[in-house]
């Protein structure tokens, strides 16, 4: 099992087009955009191997959600943009996260149980 979550701050700078918010002394990053209305708030600890996406629509939460033990997040380049993809370790289930920022918010946690 990792210990550390895998990540390039570069790749997500690019990604966020910001810098991280926060303190990453204790491995904390987080990131904010808003589009139509919408924040997203995506953040992770590279020690404790969390993530977190916090959707706020018209200054009302409307999704919190976590995932633990993740091993790695990579942007990938797709036909229109690029996506944010972390991938978890988890033995019954394919989990991953999923995140598309332009030209709008998009974010699927996505667990397929392995058969």
Same mark, same amino acid.
């Given at each position: 099992? +990792? ?6 701050? $570069?790749? $997500?700078? #690019?990604?966020? &087009?910001? !810098?991280?918010? %926060? !303190?990453?002394? =204790? %491995? *904390? ?5 808003? /589009?139509? %209305?919408?924040? *997203?708030?995506? &953040?992770?600890?590279? $020690? ?14 409307? =999704?919190?959600?976590? %995932? ?5 997040? +990579?942007?990938?380049?797709? #036909?229109?943009? @690029? @996506? *944010? &993809?972390?991938?978890?370790? &988890? @033995?019954?289930?394919?989990?991953? $996260?999923?995140? #598309?920022?332009?030209? @709008? ?7 397929? /149980?392995?058969?």
């Amino acid at each position: 099992m +990792k210990t550390t979550l895998d990540f390039d701050e $570069l790749e $997500l700078l #690019k990604f966020f &087009s910001t !810098e991280p918010y %926060g !303190e990453h002394s =204790d %491995g *904390l990053f987080y990131y904010k955009v808003a /589009r139509d %209305g919408i924040e *997203l708030t995506f &953040s992770f600890n590279y $020690l404790d191997q969390s993530v977190q996406t916090r959707l706020v629509h018209n200054e009302n939460e409307v =999704d919190c959600s976590v %995932g633990e033990n993740a091993i790695g997040i +990579k942007i990938i380049d797709l #036909k229109q943009g @690029k @996506k *944010l &993809s972390v991938e978890f370790e &988890s @033995k019954e289930f394919d989990f991953r $996260l999923e995140v #598309k920022i332009d030209p @709008k918010i998009n974010v699927n946690w996505i667990m397929l /149980r392995d058969l």
